[in-house]
């Protein structure tokens, strides 16, 4: 039997004219699959990429987006027996999370301890979880580091820079000027990406140890030059620079390529790498559990940017780049009344 399920479609890609909310029929769970209540769902630079077709290895429209979420477990299929009907779990969905209800296999599902802010927790599937993943465990981040990010009020660069402040680095990084003050707040020092000062400002007092980088394209040509003399890594991720600011998009595998060979020059004290994160990845599920924890001891807390509600979707990609706030963006499907 079928159910009524309203969820956010991309028809077909382009600007955000091509996004809207529709009602449709959702099937039960197959077997191996869960079907959840959606109570939040992420969203972030990649529902950006999607939209406008670009992000590596995509679906075709119609799709429907979503990246990651918070929900209950509304329905069990076929040899699913891990959660029972209520349950509160995570998944990173890459798609489909954007809607009242959603399949998706078992296996994948991560348990969510109860009385969390469900609204904060959502951020740490995808946001926070990959944060944690290049902070502990590509960059080892110590105290003393002279570290580096850009997007320091987005999501993933706020939490970075949580996660090397409370391992004792130093933090720098690029953000947009209206938000200095908050990260300033948080214990960075805040450059503005365009006027370039930061290049400059880093290299007088030795280079960082790490740079963070989602930009991809020339802006990871800039980061490997602010690179300690003595040996620095820099940590490429996303690539989105062109579908987050409305610029004409260019496929980012060849700078990706051409990041990564950096690596090849053994008389080069630096080095690069690329981070991704997969739910496939044996790393993926103790990073979120790791991060779910933090949260729950209080030793981080989530900003939340915007909240938007399940209908208001099309106008969050309208007004993307606009406004103030560090932080994550969620949407909240549905109250939580369990």
């Given at each position: 039997?079928?159910?009524?399920?309203?969820?956010?479609?991309?028809?077909?890609?382009?600007?955000?004219?091509?996004?809207?909310?529709?009602?449709?029929?959702?099937?039960?769970?197959?077997?191996?699959?869960?079907?959840?209540?959606?109570?939040?769902?992420?969203?972030?630079?990649?529902?950006?990429?999607?939209?406008?077709?670009?992000?590596?290895?995509?679906?075709?429209?119609?799709?429907?987006?979503?990246?990651?979420?918070?929900?209950?477990?509304?329905?069990?299929?076929?040899?699913?027996?891990?959660?029972?009907?209520?349950?509160?779990?995570?998944?990173?969905?890459?798609?489909?999370?954007?809607?009242?209800?959603?399949?998706?296999?078992?296996?994948?599902?991560?348990?969510?301890?109860?009385?969390?802010?469900v609204q904060q927790a959502v951020a740490m599937v995808l946001d926070w979880s990959t944060a944690y993943g290049m902070a502990f465990r590509t960059a080892k981040i110590s105290k003393g580091q002279r570290v580096f990010i850009h997007?320091?009020?987005?999501?993933?660069?706020?939490?970075?820079?949580?996660?090397?402040?409370?391992?004792?680095?130093?933090?720098?990084?690029?953000?947009?000027?209206?938000?200095?003050?908050?990260?300033?707040?948080?214990?960075?020092?805040?450059?503005?990406?365009?006027?370039?000062?930061?290049?400059?400002?880093?290299?007088?007092?030795?280079?960082?140890?790490?740079?963070?980088?989602?930009?991809?394209?020339?802006?990871?040509?800039?980061?490997?030059?602010?690179?300690?003399?003595?040996?620095?890594?820099?940590?490429?991720?996303?690539?989105?620079?062109?579908?987050?600011?409305?610029?004409?998009?260019?496929?980012?595998?060849?700078?990706?390529?051409?990041?990564?060979?950096?690596?090849?020059?053994?008389?080069?004290?630096?080095?690069?790498?690329?981070?991704?994160?997969?739910?496939?990845?044996?790393?993926?599920?103790?990073?979120?559990?790791?991060?779910?924890?933090?949260?729950?001891?209080?030793?981080?807390?989530?900003?939340?940017?915007?909240?938007?509600?399940?209908?208001?979707?099309?106008?969050?990609?309208?007004?993307?780049?606009?406004?103030?706030?560090?932080?994550?963006?969620?949407?909240?499907?549905?109250?939580?009344?369990?």
């Amino acid at each position: 039997m079928t159910t009524t399920n309203r969820k956010i479609v991309i028809s077909s890609f382009g600007d955000a004219s091509q996004v809207s909310m529709v009602t449709a029929k959702i099937s039960p769970p197959a077997p191996n699959e869960v079907q959840i209540k959606v109570l939040y769902a992420g969203m972030g630079g990649a529902d950006i990429a999607m939209r406008v077709g670009v992000y590596p290895m995509q679906k075709k429209a119609p799709l429907t987006p979503g990246y990651s979420l918070i929900g209950r477990v509304h329905q069990n299929g076929a040899n699913c027996s891990k959660y029972q009907a209520g349950s509160l779990v995570a998944c990173l969905t890459v798609y489909d999370a954007q809607a009242e209800l959603c399949n998706q296999p078992e296996k994948y599902l991560i348990p969510v301890p109860e009385g969390l802010d469900v609204q904060q927790a959502v951020a740490m599937v995808l946001d926070w979880s990959t944060a944690y993943g290049m902070a502990f465990r590509t960059a080892k981040i110590s105290k003393g580091q002279r570290v580096f990010i850009h997007g320091l009020s987005g999501s993933v660069g706020y939490a970075l820079l949580t996660f090397c402040k409370l391992q004792g680095a130093e933090v720098f990084g690029t953000a947009s000027e209206h938000n200095h003050a908050a990260v300033r707040k948080a214990g960075a020092t805040p450059f503005v990406y365009t006027n370039k000062n930061w290049m400059m400002a880093v290299n007088t007092i030795g280079g960082a140890h790490f740079v963070f980088d989602p930009l991809s394209f020339e802006s990871w040509d800039e980061s490997w030059n602010i690179l300690a003399p003595e040996g620095g890594r820099l940590v490429g991720y996303g690539g989105n620079f062109d579908s987050l600011n409305g610029r004409k998009t260019r496929n980012p595998v060849l700078y990706i390529a051409k990041l990564l060979a950096n690596n090849m020059n053994p008389f080069c004290p630096n080095k690069t790498n690329f981070f991704y994160i997969s739910r496939d990845q044996v790393t993926f599920e103790p990073e979120v559990r790791a991060c779910l924890d933090m949260l729950k001891t209080g030793e981080v807390t989530v900003p939340i940017r915007k909240v938007w509600a399940l209908d208001e979707v099309p106008e969050a990609h309208r007004t993307w780049n606009k406004g103030t706030g560090v932080g994550a963006v969620v949407i909240r499907v549905a109250d939580d009344d369990h």
